[in-house]
């Protein structure tokens, strides 16, 4: 029923009248809107809270991702040092292998060249000897038809070659041992090396060729017992030693002894072995003289140092007794003394 209401207490319709309804209706209005307002404040509170949590949550979000996205670039920077210095420290391992492969190369290599050209060299060295050597051995040939020319034995390394010298009639006179050198220097050692090899195979007279003669040696000159030349007089000499060795043979043929054993004697005394034999024997005792000599030298020079020192010990000792007896005269003389020590007193 339009305009009364139900009372909530005993459920009977009340009449309301125009005035009350109009309150009724303005009360219930303003109620609504007093809810409506409230609501929407609540709501609206809620709202503001809710979404400045949600910022707040949203803040703290973007703080962590910034924290994340820093820590990761932190984290992705020293990756990329620790991998920039690994490559570099590999790069830079690979380039001192490659470095110290290329420099073992090039080292290779020199020793390779230097070993080349030393064999090389020496192949040079030896290839000059043997032109030189076969070239002697060549006009030697030319020169002396009727001689021979054997091979150098065993045990002879220095000898080149072996000139077993003949008269016209074949008959052997004795034989010229050769050497030949194509150094740079002239070395002494040669000439004993040689006189041992001629005293090997018994020649009678032994030559040396060398294209640098010593100092004191023009042309050629026998030194030492033996002849040493340059090669452009090679042939002179040989004509020259080949005549000796041959007027020798000649006296010693031409020699008559009616005993045979005194002529077995006088052969052999007059051999090139026999020679051979004494020249070593004084070449032995020479050198022993010199040791010797030196030997007395170094103990003369130590005798005298040690004489210089004991008289120095002496006058010291004479001096300073002196001294003392000039202090205390009752002091009586020592016989000991050296004779010279009252004189050096005074």
Excluded at 93 to 106: D, G
Excluded at 238 to 248: G, W
Excluded at 253 to 259: G, I, K, L
Excluded at 306 to 332: C, F, K, N, T
Aim: hydrophobic share 30%.
């Amino acid at each position: 029923m339009r305009g009364t209401i139900k009372c909530t207490h005993c459920g009977k319709d009340i009449q309301l009248t125009d005035a009350l309804a109009h309150e009724l209706a303005e009360e219930t209005e303003r109620i609504k809107k007093t809810v409506g307002e409230e609501t929407r404040k609540k709501v609206r509170d809620e709202f503001e809270e809710k979404d400045k949590a949600q910022k707040l949550e949203l803040e703290e979000e973007k703080k962590k991702n910034r924290e994340l996205i820093e820590t990761f670039e932190k984290k992705k920077k020293e990756d990329e040092e620790k991998i920039r210095e690994q490559t570099s420290k590999e790069a830079s391992e690979k380039y001192r292998l490659e470095k110290l492969e290329f420099e073992k190369k090039i080292n290779d290599m020199q020793k390779a060249l230097e070993e080349a050209q030393r064999k090389g060299k020496q192949g040079s060295q030896q290839l000059q000897g043997e032109v030189l050597e076969l070239d002697l051995e060549g006009q030697l040939k030319n020169q002396f038809p009727f001689d021979e020319f054997l091979p150098v034995p065993k045990g002879v390394e220095g000898a080149d070659i072996w000139q077993n010298v003949r008269d016209e009639r074949g008959n052997a006179a004795g034989s010229i041992l050769w050497e030949t050198k194509r150094t740079k220097n002239f070395d002494k050692k040669w000439l004993p090396k040689l006189r041992e090899d001629t005293r090997r195979v018994n020649a009678s007279e032994c030559i040396l060729v060398t294209e640098v003669l010593p100092n004191d040696v023009k042309g050629f000159h026998r030194t030492d017992g033996v002849w040493v030349t340059s090669y452009e007089y090679a042939i002179r000499i040989a004509r020259t030693v080949r005549f000796i060795i041959l007027k020798v043979s000649a006296a010693r043929a031409s020699a008559s002894h009616e005993d045979h054993e005194i002529k077995r004697i006088y052969e052999y005394i007059t051999s090139e072995a026999f020679r051979h034999k004494f020249e070593a024997h004084f070449e032995g005792v020479k050198a022993l003289r010199d040791d010797l000599a030196a030997e007395k030298r170094l103990t003369e020079i130590r005798w005298k140092k040690r004489e210089a020192h004991i008289d120095r010990i002496d006058r010291s000792a004479s001096q300073m007794y002196g001294e003392l007896q000039g202090i205390a005269p009752e002091l009586s003389d020592i016989k000991s003394l050296p004779d010279g020590a009252d004189q050096e007193e005074d």
